[in-house]
């Protein structure tokens, strides 16, 4: 993640905080988005930040 600490720092600190139950990240195409949920997903689970643990759920294929 070159150049992405700022974002996986925030991104950390909003999934340790208790009162946060989903997170929906969004932005335009190409630009990270789901390496940076992954590996924010994989270090909260790794540091066990949240007792149930992370998880990434994929709505990309999600129409209506």
Avoid at 30 to 39: A, C, F, S
Wanted: hydrophobic share 40%.
């Amino acid at each position: 993640l070159i150049g992405r600490k700022s974002d996986l720092h925030s991104l950390l600190k909003e999934i340790s905080n208790i009162k946060v139950k989903m997170i929906c990240i969004m932005g335009n195409q190409g630009v990270g988005k789901t390496r940076l949920v992954k590996e924010a997903a994989h270090y909260s689970n790794m540091r066990r930040l949240i007792t149930d643990g992370v998880y990434y759920l994929d709505f990309s294929d999600v129409t209506t």
